[in-house]
């Protein structure tokens, strides 16, 4: 620790025990002593400046690798979290080899080099969807790099079922706008149905998925159009397989 020679008429070292001792105190709670928050806990480098694609997967890699083993509710909502502070610094994403989906004016690619992530860049045409699906294996930062999207999450209304026939109902809990730099989060257990619908001049952005589970066929979510509870965005709904 670094000091000044020179004294100052406000420096005294009995003030600067007590100041030591207080904070060594406000570490312990309850006799269990407390690690202070580090600025890399959720960011290897903790400084606010662009990341280009390489610099972000090195990043990202060594952040995943601590935080991914805590598969909690908590544990995912800390790493995606952690993720989506650095994804939001990714400048000049190259666009790789795209390739047509079955829904029309979508395509997809994929960027090689995330562990245990994968990259999946996006792209939409203008008024293009992607239909609400669920995530049942891996939890995902989603984050827009061109256009704007709406973005809307769901959650399923008591016991989860994704081979369930018949109505059952959801809950919307979020719907957003997002342009560059927006992010949205999905874990296996927080808005963990999602649907892009992109805006009129088109969409592009990155997918950054961790499986942590067994992975499952994906179906669609059909929605009603009109709420039975507005106030609770609360929906009839069913499953269509093969999405």
């Known amino acids: ?15 600067r025990r007590e100041f030591l001792v207080a904070a060594a105190s406000a570490l312990v709670l309850g006799g269990v002593a407390r690690r202070p928050v580090e600025l890399g806990d959720a960011d290897e480098d903790a400084e606010a400046t662009p990341l280009d694609l390489t610099r972000f997967l090195a990043l990202g890699n060594t952040l995943a690798g601590r935080l ?17 502070a650095l994804a939001v610094r990714l ?15 979508y395509s997809l690619g994929f960027h090689e080099g995330g562990v245990p992530f994968t990259v999946l860049h996006w ?6 969807a992607i239909r609400e699906h669920p995530h049942t294996y891996g939890n995902v930062v989603t984050l827009v790099l061109e256009g704007d999207v709406r973005i809307r999450n769901y959650e399923l209304v008591g016991e989860r079922d994704y081979e369930a026939r018949g109505m059952f109902r959801v809950q919307r809990t979020c719907e957003a706008f997002l342009r560059p730099g927006g992010t949205n989060l999905v874990s296996l257990e927080r808005n963990y149905v999602h649907g892009f619908l992109a805006g009129p001049n088109g969409a592009r952005g990155l997918d950054i998925t ?11 979510l059909e929605i009603a159009a009109k709420p039975v509870d507005e106030a609770h965005g609360l929906y009839e709904a069913s499953w269509k397989s093969g999405g």
């Not at 020679?5 to 070292?13: A, C």
């Not at 509710?73 to 989506?84: M, T």
């Open 210 to 220: 961790t499986r942590i589970r067994e992975r499952r066929e994906t179906p669609v």
């Open 123 to 128: 792209k939409l045409a203008p008024g293009a």
């Open 91 to 105: 400048a000049g994403v190259p666009v790789p080899a795209m390739k047509e989906q079955a829904a029309p004016g």
């Open 68 to 84: 991914v083993v805590d598969r909690s509710p908590l544990g995912q909502d800390r790493y995606l979290h952690a993720l989506a």
């Open 1 to 15: 620790m670094l000091t000044d020679p020179t004294p100052h008429p406000f420096r005294s070292l009995p003030i």
